[in-house]
Nanobody, 121 residues
Framework: QVQLVESGGGLVQAGGSLRLSCTAS????????MGWYRQAPGKQRELVAI???????NYADFVKGRFTVSRDNAKNTVYLQMNSLKPEDTAVYYC???????????????WGQGTQVTVSS
């Protein structure tokens, strides 16, 4: 069974920083694109940032210049460095990985349990 375990969320004042981590563990043959999404109360889940195996990245417009996504392939880990946080960044942040369980598997999306990020004004 494959798990994505997130850490690093919490409460921070506006203008502060947080770093989220997400590690994939279990029976994994290969991992493709990894990334972060978020969901605020009453809103749909939205893309924050993704990174592929070659470290090419894509960011939502609302985090460009403030957030940085990176990965350590040897550790099956993706990170999200969040700087200049705003109250509107408050949400549950979810890690996502597109991966194969075996050499014969198709690609599947796996989600973490989510970590709360709260930014106070």
């Amino acid at each position: 069974q494959v798990q994505l375990v997130e850490s690093g969320g919490g409460l921070v004042q506006a203008g502060g920083s947080l770093r989220l981590s997400c590690t994939a563990s279990g029976s994994i043959f290969s991992i493709g694109t990894m990334g972060w999404y978020r969901q605020a109360p009453g809103k749909q889940r939205e893309l924050v940032a993704i990174i592929d195996t070659g470290s090419s990245t894509n960011y939502a417009d609302f985090v460009k210049g403030r957030f940085t996504v990176s990965r350590d392939n040897a550790k099956n880990t993706v990170y999200l460095q969040m700087n200049s946080l705003k109250p509107e960044d408050t949400a549950v942040y979810y890690c996502n990985a597109n991966l194969r369980f075996t050499a014969w598997s198709t690609w599947s999306d796996v989600w973490g349990q989510g970590t709360q990020v709260t930014v106070s004004s």
